[in-house]
């Protein structure tokens, strides 16, 4: 658990952050210059808060009235950088064990051996740093840090520098390491993508300014926070499960995970686009709400692969688009515009159903797709 | 090397170990000066920048009376080590490394410097955050990160050493067996007669040692750097 309040000036740049965050992964969005590294690096010790307090648990890490601020390499905390920075004179293997031998044996939470089947760095031990494919050096890098046995993960745009499909092939090592490890993570980034697909709870950064903070669907009710969501690209993530495959229609039949039961109690049928995966294996796929439409009533005679039920929880205007956050036993973010949302006359706890193609489907940590 | 006379070979192995003696003894302090003038920034640091560097603009033979003032058995400093400690440096082999790690350390803080500068702090970060203290990030990153920059300033200091001329003479005189070095030896054969095939073999001697020297720092270098690249 983790207690954040701090202030910090730099010239004309002025952060601001008053949160507390006990979830086991907590995002970071804002666009670039938003203080979501600045923030990270006061939270690791790098950079002193001009004033305020940081705790985790129970400890104090920095505290500018009783004048506490305990240095980086005391304060257990994983920083995992966006340019990776192994150490260039080391080879994978010495950088993995690099924090991990100024440690006892009972303070060390994981084995090398462990750490190295978690996220696949068996082949790469005894190569140099500048050996490796951005992607390996991420991997050998959120290794190091986890081998000193941090008691949080901060992760600073991880993948920035990585190309869609390189993302793809981190994101599911990241979801292993959430899973797995259970250490807390602080994930920053500017791409909502990235971030959703591990966490749906976030803390928004605006100009140095925290505008929201909590579960997506719920603070985007605010503008600044929709605004900022929207610009670093809204997605609804589904937790889906292969059914079957169906070659000739070219599509892949899928169930949605719900996190509760749905309205109707029934499995949700999903269909996205064809592909080869094993029958019952999880999946997260990505839809963006501009990508679905709603309709009062169930459609006959559409081509439309994927109509869904559900009753609208919450509308919220901006002054072009109108969000329209739908439960279909999790909750969906649908973009429309003001006059749909006025044609269909939306309110909350009306049943609607959500229309989208299965191409809008997009499977996520697949680096085949 | 039969052609080298006895007495030759001595004045040999002297430059040697002056040599290796004066690269020892700059080793450490070059190490702090160049990582100070690097990384931290206090007041007055123009001026120890100055001070350091002032051998490599002064002619040698003032720093060589300096150092005589002050190290010299009634010089400032001399008086106090001779009296109390019966230590006494001018005119002996001391005063020859003394001489020449005075010469030859602006030459050590400079690739230290420049070595240090160029290393990432970002990495010394990285190491903090990892759970290295301060003392640790420096001794397992920065000075590993600058090892190239720190052999290069080891072996100028070395070869400055081997060149060392103005001070040596002023404050270690020309002794034979104790304070003669090459340079001084060459001298000594040119100015005796019939002694100019013996400074022709000596100056020989001297520029095959200089070039091999600066080899040696090129290829640890190399070694260096293809070890980060991993084409070892």
Redesign the interface.
């Given at each position: 658990m983790l207690q954040l309040t701090a202030e910090l000036t730099r010239g004309a740049f002025h952060l601001q952050v008053d949160c507390h965050l006990s979830e086991p992964v907590t995002g970071i969005i804002g666009a670039s210059g938003s203080g979501k590294t600045t923030l990270l690096h006061m939270i690791?010790?790098?950079v002193p808060p001009s004033a305020g307090r940081i705790a985790i648990d129970d400890e104090v890490l920095f505290d500018s009235e009783s004048g506490i601020s305990v240095?980086?390499?005391?304060?257990?905390?994983?920083?995992v950088?966006q340019?990776c920075?192994l150490?260039?004179?080391l080879s994978v293997a010495d950088n993995l064990i690099?924090?991990k031998r100024?440690?006892s044996p009972g303070e060390q939470r994981f084995s090398l051996e462990a750490v190295i089947e978690l996220l696949e760095l068996g082949a790469l031990l005894r190569?140099?740093p500048?050996?490796l494919s951005g992607g390996q050096a991420q991997r050998v890098a959120i290794g190091?840090?986890l081998l000193?046995s941090p008691r949080m993960l901060l992760l600073d745009e991880p993948l920035a520098s990585l190309d869609w499909r390189l993302k793809q092939q981190i994101m599911p090592f990241l979801r292993r390491v959430r899973d797995v490890t259970r250490i807390p993570m602080l994930y920053v980034s500017h791409d909502s993508k990235e971030i959703l697909d591990l966490t749906d709870r976030v803390v928004v950064l605006e100009g140095g300014k925290m505008v929201g903070a909590g579960p997506v669907v719920d603070i985007i009710q605010d503008p600044r926070v929709l605004r900022q969501l929207r610009l670093q690209g809204l997605v609804n993530i589904l937790p889906l499960i292969f059914m079957s495959h169906d070659r000739e229609g070219s599509l892949t039949h899928l169930q949605l995970r719900p996190l509760v039961a749905n309205a109707c109690g029934n499995p949700v049928d999903v269909s996205g686009p064809l592909l080869d995966a094993p029958t019952g294996r999880d999946i997260h796929a990505m839809l963006r709400p501009e990508d679905i439409a709603l309709a009062r009533t169930r459609l006959t005679g559409v081509s439309i692969q994927n109509q869904i039920q559900g009753h609208v929880v919450r509308l919220i205007h901006t002054h072009d688009r109108d969000v329209c956050v739908v439960d279909i036993g999790i909750p969906l973010m649908v973009e429309i515009s003001s006059h749909g949302a006025k044609m269909l006359d939306l309110a909350a706890g009306n049943p609607v159903w959500c229309l989208f193609k299965s191409s809008a489907l997009q499977y996520l940590g697949h680096p085949l797709n | 090397m039969y052609w080298l006379s006895q007495e030759e070979w001595v004045v040999l192995g002297l430059s040697a170990r002056v040599g290796i003696c004066c690269a020892a003894g700059v080793a450490i302090p070059g190490i702090v000066c160049g990582w100070l003038l690097a990384r931290t920034r206090f007041p007055g640091k123009a001026l120890v920048d100055a001070i350091l560097h002032a051998p490599l603009v002064m002619p040698p033979v003032v720093t060589g009376y300096l150092l005589l003032v002050v190290l010299g058995r009634r010089g400032l400093l001399g008086e106090i080590l001779f009296r109390y400690f019966g230590i006494t440096f001018a005119f002996t082999w001391k005063a020859a490394v003394i001489a020449s790690a005075v010469m030859a350390f602006p030459l050590m803080v400079r690739s230290v410097r420049i070595a240090m500068e160029m290393a990432d702090p970002k990495l010394e970060a990285a190491a903090r955050c990892l759970g290295a203290s301060p003392l640790r990030t420096f001794l397992t990153v920065t000075l590993p990160l600058a090892r190239p920059g720190i052999m290069t300033g080891l072996v100028l200091a070395f070869a400055r050493s081997l060149g060392e001329f103005g001070a040596t003479i002023v404050f270690a005189g020309n002794i034979q067996g104790e304070t003669r070095t090459l340079p001084l030896a060459i001298y000594n054969s040119m100015q005796s007669p019939g002694g100019d095939a013996a400074a022709l073999r000596l100056v020989m001697v001297s520029i095959l040692l200089s070039l091999g020297a600066l080899i040696a720092s090129e290829i640890m270098c190399r070694r260096f750097s293809s070890f980060e690249k991993g084409i070892e």
């Open positions: 690791a010790g790098l240095p980086p390499h005391r304060r257990r905390l994983g920083l950088f340019d920075r150490f260039p004179h690099y924090g100024l440690l190569l140099r500048g050996q190091r840090a000193a | -």
